[in-house]
């Protein structure tokens, strides 16, 4: 893919998050994702996307039934890999075997059957579409073969108030550390990307919003894909915990950027 040409200019400040009452982070989802803009999509991109659709829907289905549930829940319990939730367990133990993984590779930009706009429901639904194979750490990144890593996407969860400003265009995001109580470190995410900014390449964004009609499932939010985002920039500052924490600016990349 080619490099991105990152576009220089001052930057400015955007607007912060509406809080409400009890201080918690309000998301403002009117106006907060764009068309999609890709070109014409092909006829490999939509024999992806009914990949996609059939995936997400034997995931689904696996979800709903009450046995299956109580299996995942005991190897969730037991099992070495406590800390997985059982929508992962179920996207990368019974979904992978099943062969109904899709875009099983990690890789930089968009993602064949998915568009701007999409959404889903679970963590485990963004690992078996391919937009984001990390089950838990915010940041997902890849190793080269020269052994430089990059960042492939990021999620918003809204776990750790992760974004400090968001809007359309642009978003401040904190880095990832194994212990609030430490300063971070630049590795890892945290330096996949910083690289990203050094070789101009885009990571996708997936931001996590209040959505009332996902009741049903046991949730009332749903992670919707936000596009390709340029980091323009990177610094340190004191966290709320009175420790150095990296953050991020990153940038809605134009049509002109790729």
């Known amino acids: 893919m080619a490099a991105l040409r990152q576009k220089l200019g001052n930057v400015k400040s955007s607007s912060k998050l509406n809080r409400a009452k009890d201080g918690k982070r309000v998301i403002p989802c009117k106006g907060l994702f764009r068309d999609d803009k890709e070109k014409p999509f092909t006829a490999k991109w939509y024999e992806t996307r009914r990949n996609i659709k059939k995936a997400l ?9 009450k046995k299956t549930v109580n299996k995942l829940w005991q190897e969730h319990e037991n099992g070495r890999n406590s800390g997985l939730k059982v929508h992962i367990r179920a996207a990368k133990v019974v979904v992978r075997t099943m062969g109904k993984w899709v875009n099983t590779s990690k890789q930089i930009g968009p993602i064949s059957g998915t568009k701007i706009g999409d959404h889903f429901y679970w963590r485990g639904e963004l690992s078996i579409v391919g937009l984001h194979h990390e089950s838990q750490r915010g940041i997902d990144y890849m190793k080269l ?21 968001i809007c359309s265009d642009k978003l401040v995001y904190c880095g990832e550390g194994d212990n609030p109580n430490k300063d971070q470190k630049l590795v ?33 939010y749903k992670f919707v894909y936000d596009g390709l985002f340029c980091v323009t920039e990177y610094w340190k500052e004191k966290g709320k915990f009175g420790k150095e ?14």
């Open 188 to 220: 890892r995410g945290n330096l996949a990307l910083k690289n990203n900014m050094d070789d101009k390449m885009p990571v996708r964004v997936i931001r996590k919003v209040n959505d009332d009609g996902s009741g049903d499932r046991g949730c009332n």
């Open 145 to 165: 073969i020269n052994g430089k890593i990059l960042a492939t996407s990021i999620v918003d969860s809204g776990r750790y108030d992760n974004v400090d400003e």
């Open 245 to 258: 924490i990296y953050k991020f600016l990153l940038r809605k990349c134009e049509e002109g950027d790729m």
């Open 57 to 65: 829907s034997v995931y689904r289905e696996l979800l709903d039934k």
